[in-house]
């Protein structure tokens, strides 16, 4: 099997494909209070073949909040990422296979403890690397915690910018209290 007949069979599976902000094939299905997310391809080994996914769980709502705080952002945020991928390999990789990881990403997306991980993001330090610092902002939002975000709002303009990594603004905080605000009077 090759990658476009793998990627079909997700297709007829339900799963919607695009390619992530790198180029990787990333394929999402929605259920009813999340999108299983899968990063995936095939590995062709010396003897067999390897269909390998990566899993992440997002929800619209983290994702939108994401994308009020830095505006620039377009893609699915994951809420949650297994960085333990699966791998199934075999002589051949088969329809069977394909839809055993399938099966295996939805069921994975499916036991996430979403709410954990809101409050997991927002509990992150202002000093943390990459994307987390929108993250943490965009939770904080959700949860309605203008209280925080308020605080983060007078630091920055007092000139304190809390470890906040340079491309974190106020103009990010900004966005981030009036969502905030928004949750907090019950969006």
Not at 76 to 100: C, F, M, N, Y
């Amino acid at each position: 099997m090759n990658i476009v007949e793998i990627t079909n069979i997700l297709k007829l599976l339900g799963w919607s494909i695009s390619r992530d902000e790198v180029g990787d094939r990333l394929a999402s299905y929605g259920l009813p209070d999340r999108t299983a997310d899968i990063i995936y391809g095939m590995k062709r080994l010396t003897n067999d073949q390897q269909l390998w996914v990566m899993r992440s769980t997002s929800t619209d709502a983290f994702s939108n909040a994401c994308a009020v705080v830095d505006s620039s952002r377009r893609e699915t945020t994951p809420l949650l990422t297994s960085w333990k991928g699966l791998r199934i390999q075999a002589p051949e990789i088969l329809d069977e296979h394909v839809r055993q990881g399938s099966e295996e990403a939805i069921a994975w997306a499916q036991e996430q403890d979403l709410d954990r991980a809101l409050q997991e993001h927002a509990a992150m330090p202002t000093n943390v690397p990459g994307a987390k610092p929108i993250w943490h902002l965009a939770a904080l939002a959700l949860l309605g915690n203008v209280e925080k975000l308020k605080s983060y709002q007078s630091s920055f303009e007092a000139g304190d910018r809390l470890g906040f990594v340079p491309y974190i603004t106020k103009d990010y905080i900004d966005r981030a209290v009036s969502l905030g605000e928004e949750y907090a009077s019950g969006v």
